[in-house]
């Protein structure tokens, strides 16, 4: 383990760090994975510990939730955000419970508006929702620097001002 002595870092208020449910510095560096994808994640942890009367009024499931994109970035999201969190033993499960799985499990369950509203309990995956609509908007609409990296840097050049450079992709 590196001496934390030796980092040339900020200094860390450990304490601070902590009550907000981050794991100490030291533990971020050296730590391993306890499981190494998100099937996994959800096959060995979440599946197992997550127990739910499912019947399509109350709560809706799809044994088949790997076809649902939005299903796979939300455990994606819960599977990442435990594996930082569990590193926290004082806080860090009643947080990622609190502030990760509920809201994400009961977006994921949700029978009316979650990603497996059509699907039916144990038999499954039954029909795929559609994208959010959206119709074109009037393109001046976008022309503000705040809903624009286009826009911006445009302002920026107008007034002189050097741009950094954006990653866009």
Same mark, same amino acid.
């Given at each position: 383990m590196p001496d934390p002595q030796e980092k040339q870092d900020a200094p860390v208020d450990e304490g601070a760090a902590a009550s907000m449910g981050a794991p100490p510095p030291e533990a971020e560096d050296d730590a391993e994975m306890v499981f190494a994808s998100v099937e996994e994640f959800y096959g060995h942890y979440l599946s197992q510990i997550v127990k739910r009367r499912v019947d399509g009024v109350h709560l809706a499931w799809c044994p088949d939730w790997w076809t649902h994109p939005e299903a796979i970035a939300r455990i994606a999201a819960l599977w990442r955000a435990f594996?930082?969190?569990? #590193?926290?033993?004082?806080? %860090?499960?009643?947080? $990622? $419970?609190?502030?990760? !799985?509920?809201?994400? #499990? !009961?977006?994921?369950?949700?029978?009316? @508006? %979650?990603?497996?509203? #059509?699907?039916? %309990?144990?038999?499954?995956? @039954?029909?795929? #929702?559609?994208?959010?609509?959206?119709? =074109?908007?009037? =393109?001046?609409? $976008?022309?503000?620097? !705040?809903?624009?990296?286009?826009?911006?840097?445009?302002?920026?050049?107008?007034?002189?001002?050097?741009?950094?450079?954006?990653?866009? %992709?």
């Open positions: 594996e930082y969190l569990r #590193l926290d033993a004082a806080l %860090g499960m009643s947080h $990622w $419970w609190l502030q990760h !799985a509920d809201p994400h #499990l !009961a977006a994921l369950m949700h029978p009316l @508006t %979650g990603p497996f509203a #059509l699907c039916s %309990g144990p038999e499954g995956h @039954t029909a795929e #929702l559609g994208p959010l609509p959206g119709n =074109p908007s009037p =393109p001046e609409m $976008w022309d503000h620097p !705040a809903f624009s990296i286009h826009a911006a840097e445009e302002k920026k050049a107008e007034e002189g001002a050097e741009v950094p450079e954006q990653n866009v %992709g």
